[in-house]
């Protein structure tokens, strides 16, 4: 995809949204636009953004994720087997640790997710601390794609995994502080934005298919199901853990 080909798809994506907003504002609404120059240069500097970003996933991101994974799972790369011996799933240890580190790290960098943490530190008059709260849905996610990289490393089906992962979300639903609950939902859905999604998705298309049996589309995809679920689970424990401590402080002043 090149830069031209980007901008005119984009153009077209953008236009149902612009006709929508319009045509409420002047068809319903029936009242002019308070700075509409400003609003037009802001749908301007949009469409330029996402063609921008469109191109530097197929030119960047994509192959970059998709040649770590090549590289990571080569058999030059991998310990040596002697003949006749079969591949390990332990042999894979650095893509693990790949995945751990880069679902880390593409999270703690998610703008959505520091706007989210910021506000809800903000409303929580300071008993959340937003950092606090960034590490807590990295581990999450970090965790999350780690676990999908062995899914597809053992060539398991998702539905084990997304059915276990749901049932530890409702079992933790129901112990953790109810105000934490729709947070800790939201912090699974603002993970899976502009940055983690397209390295987690080439990255799981990237070992689908370097590893012997495996399919890119029935085995590559399906991380981003788990990399949303994770955090939800990780936020609630960061939640109870606090809980707990604040729970042990409160009694430990109280004592003679």
């Not at 606090?242 to 402080?249: E, P």
Request: glycine share 10%; aromatic share 10%.
């Amino acid at each position: 995809m090149n830069l031209w080909q980007s901008l005119w798809g984009t153009l077209g994506d953008i236009a149902p949204i612009v006709l929508i907003v319009f045509g409420f504002q002047y068809g319903v609404i029936r009242k002019p636009l308070k700075r509409p120059a400003q609003i037009a240069l802001g749908f301007v500097m949009v469409w330029l953004g996402l063609a921008l970003f469109l191109v530097g996933l197929e030119n960047a991101l994509f192959p970059l994720g998709e040649l770590m994974a090549h590289q990571l799972t080569h058999a030059e790369f991998l310990p040596e087997l002697p003949p006749g011996a079969a591949r390990h799933w332990s042999d894979y240890y650095w893509v693990y640790l790949f995945a751990f580190a880069i679902g880390a790290s593409t999270t703690i960098a998610e703008p959505a997710l520091m706007a989210v943490a910021l506000k809800a530190g903000e409303i929580s008059g300071g008993t959340l601390n937003p950092l606090m709260l960034r590490i807590a849905v990295a581990l999450g996610m970090a965790v999350g794609i780690t676990l999908g990289v062995w899914r597809i490393v053992m060539g398991w089906p998702l539905h084990w995994f997304i059915i276990g992962a749901y049932l530890l979300v409702i079992l933790q639903t129901l112990r953790a502080p109810k105000a934490i609950v729709p947070l800790a939902f939201d912090s699974g859905g603002v993970t899976t934005s502009t940055i983690t999604v397209p390295i987690i998705t080439a990255l799981g298309l990237g070992i689908a298919g370097a590893i012997p049996g495996r399919s890119p589309l029935a085995d590559g995809f399906g991380m981003i199901a788990l990399a949303c679920l994770f955090p939800i689970m990780s936020v609630m424990a960061y939640a109870r853990i606090s809980q707990l401590l604040a729970r042990r402080k409160r009694l430990d002043t109280q004592r003679p």
